[in-house]
């Protein structure tokens, strides 16, 4: 029941390469297969438009044009790739639904000037009939092998709970989170503006030393200001990790509270940070949580959708008049999770159930029953025992860092995969100068 919250950080085919903003050409009856990967075939219409549009793309950025031959290999090799992809979107039965389908539709029609499916079908299939048609499948296929990347290619990353907690102490977790410390800066420089490092060092290791014992900046500064030597203090307050530079939050995060930096070297003298304290940003993630149980009747080979529905109504009604909900739930729910427990899912969070589902959970009111409601996964009937208030501060923490380094990983494991099923696809080049090139 719950769905899967994956990272969108992957490199995807641009659309552009394979959709033309003009009429898509169909291919002739006398077409000539230029090469076979696994099941399916490349026609020589099909590397005439891609071999085109990387030209079109490396115009639009400016770039020069390798010659021909090259650029009709990078095509083929660009057209191999895709169709290996679809071959396993086929294969895992990865399809996207209609709502999210016609959403990437409708937002490619916008980015060609029309504002509604309807206009973009008559336009497109009044220049060809079908052309609608065509374009929505290569969308749907687009959709399909961004998917199956995702399933795919995650499943490759491991990142450990000791790696979230190493990723936490970094100046990078710090600042993700809204790490805040209450740090003194004092920066040493020569009031002749020429600074001599050798003399700012030995400055500079006279005001560690007085800051690792004292925290009156003012005090140092006065004290240790000399002709030639400028001290200058200042207390930073409780600050952001984000807010401040690179270089000195890396410095900040190895710190213990009470500690003094190392001297920190750069072109207007020498930096001395201190740290006095440390918290975690007062930003709490406080979230609603439910307690939820349900009932789930699903289809099959031999329960109809309208089958469904009437058990689901029969159930409904029992429990109207007063039939025990956890010993129905364990009867006749089709959820394995949950019907043991009574179809007790526990505390849920927003975000962790389908839409529909979510939606009758924020409207049913405690101990009430809702009415019977579809989902992608059946029919159901929930109640909601009881809703509270939880701060998942530390959970949002770690969710954030488990996505940080995923994204991170990414896009190397998913270049290991593409090479992979590259290497494992069946291809047999018909034309041989393809042939040639692509073995060089």
Same mark, same amino acid.
């Given at each position: 029941?719950?769905?899967?919250?994956?990272?969108?950080?992957?490199k995807?085919?641009?659309?552009?390469?394979?959709?033309?903003?003009?009429?898509?050409?169909?291919?002739?009856?006398?077409?000539e297969?230029?090469?076979?990967?696994?099941?399916?075939?490349?026609?020589?219409?099909?590397?005439?438009?891609?071999?085109?549009?990387?030209?079109?793309?490396?115009?639009?950025?400016?770039?020069?044009l390798?010659?021909?031959?090259?650029?009709?290999?990078?095509?083929?090799?660009?057209?191999?790739?895709?169709?290996?992809?679809?071959?396993?979107?086929?294969?895992?039965?990865?399809?996207?639904n209609?709502?999210?389908?016609?959403?990437?539709?409708?937002?490619?029609?916008?980015?060609?000037?029309?504002?509604?499916?309807?206009?973009?079908?008559?336009?497109?299939?009044?220049?060809?009939?079908?052309?609608?048609?065509?374009?929505?499948?290569?969308?749907?296929?687009?959709?399909?092998?961004?998917?199956?990347?995702?399933?795919?290619?995650?499943?490759?990353?491991k990142?450990?709970?000791?790696?979230?907690?190493?990723?936490?102490?970094?100046p990078?977790?710090?600042?993700?989170?809204?790490?805040?410390?209450?740090?003194?800066? =004092?920066? +040493?420089?020569?009031?002749?503006?020429?600074n001599?490092?050798?003399?700012?060092?030995?400055?500079?290791?006279?005001?560690?030393?007085d800051?690792?014992?004292?925290?009156?900046i003012?005090?140092?500064?006065? #004290?240790?200001?000399?002709?030639?030597?400028?001290?200058?203090?200042?207390?930073?307050?409780?600050?952001?990790?984000?807010?401040?530079?690179?270089? =000195?939050?890396?410095?900040?995060?190895?710190?213990?509270?009470?500690?003094?930096?190392?001297?920190?070297?750069?072109?207007?003298?020498?930096? +001395?940070?201190?740290?006095?304290?440390?918290?975690?940003?007062?930003?709490?993630?406080?979230?609603?949580?439910?307690h939820?149980?349900?009932?789930?009747?699903?289809?099959?080979?031999?329960?109809?959708?309208?089958?469904?529905?009437?058990?689901?109504?029969?159930?409904? #009604?029992?429990?109207?008049?007063?039939?025990?909900?956890?010993?129905?739930?364990?009867?006749?729910s089709?959820?394995?999770?949950?019907?043991? *427990?009574?179809?007790?899912?526990?505390?849920?969070?927003?975000?962790?159930m389908?839409?529909?589902?979510?939606?009758?959970?924020?409207?049913?009111?405690?101990?009430?029953?809702?009415?019977?409601?579809?989902?992608?996964?059946?029919?159901?009937?929930?109640?909601v025992?009881?809703?509270?208030?939880?701060?998942?501060?530390?959970?949002?923490?770690?969710?954030?860092?488990?996505?940080?380094?995923?994204?991170?990983?990414?896009?190397?494991? =998913?270049?290991?995969?593409?090479?992979?099923?590259?290497? *494992?696809?069946?291809?047999?080049?018909?034309?041989?100068?393809?042939?040639?090139?692509? *073995?060089?």
């Open positions: 029941m719950k769905k899967q919250q994956l990272t969108r950080l992957f995807a085919t641009a659309l552009a390469l394979l959709i033309s903003s003009s009429v898509p050409a169909f291919a002739a009856t006398s077409d297969v230029v090469a076979i990967v696994d099941n399916s075939a490349i026609l020589r219409s099909d590397l005439d438009q891609m071999t085109a549009e990387l030209a079109r793309q490396l115009q639009t950025q400016k770039q020069a390798p010659p021909q031959q090259v650029l009709q290999q990078q095509a083929l090799e660009q057209i191999i790739l895709r169709q290996a992809q679809l071959e396993l979107v086929k294969r895992y039965g990865v399809k996207p209609e709502t999210t389908l016609n959403a990437a539709v409708l937002k490619y029609a916008e980015q060609n000037g029309i504002n509604s499916l309807d206009a973009f079908q008559k336009r497109l299939d009044a220049q060809a009939p079908g052309t609608y048609e065509m374009v929505r499948t290569r969308i749907g296929q687009e959709l399909a092998i961004n998917q199956l990347r995702q399933q795919q290619v995650m499943s490759r990353i990142i450990s709970d000791q790696d979230v907690a190493n990723f936490l102490k970094t990078q977790g710090q600042a993700a989170i809204g790490s805040q410390a209450h740090i003194l800066h =004092l920066r +040493i420089s020569a009031t002749n503006n020429k001599d490092m050798l003399n700012l060092r030995a400055a500079a290791d006279q005001v560690k030393q800051l690792s014992q004292n925290n009156d003012q005090a140092i500064s006065k #004290k240790d200001s000399t002709a030639e030597i400028k001290v200058v203090g200042a207390d930073m307050g409780y600050r952001n990790l984000s807010d401040i530079p690179a270089e =000195l939050a890396a410095r900040v995060t190895n710190l213990q509270i009470g500690q003094t930096s190392e001297l920190i070297p750069a072109q207007d003298g020498v930096h +001395i940070l201190k740290l006095l304290d440390r918290k975690a940003s007062d930003q709490k993630a406080i979230v609603t949580q439910y939820v149980r349900h009932i789930l009747i699903q289809t099959s080979e031999v329960i109809s959708l309208d089958q469904a529905k009437q058990k689901i109504d029969s159930i409904y #009604k029992r429990l109207k008049v007063g039939e025990d909900f956890k010993t129905l739930a364990s009867v006749y089709n959820d394995p999770g949950s019907a043991a *427990n009574g179809g007790d899912l526990g505390w849920v969070n927003l975000g962790m389908v839409p529909e589902f979510e939606e009758k959970m924020k409207s049913t009111p405690i101990g009430q029953l809702s009415e019977p409601f579809q989902t992608q996964y059946g029919w159901h009937i929930l109640q025992l009881d809703t509270r208030q939880q701060d998942m501060t530390k959970e949002y923490q770690e969710r954030l860092a488990r996505q940080y380094l995923g994204e991170q990983q990414f896009n190397t494991e =998913l270049d290991g995969w593409l090479r992979e099923i590259r290497a *494992n696809a069946y291809v047999d080049i018909k034309d041989p100068s393809l042939n040639k090139k692509l *073995n060089n």
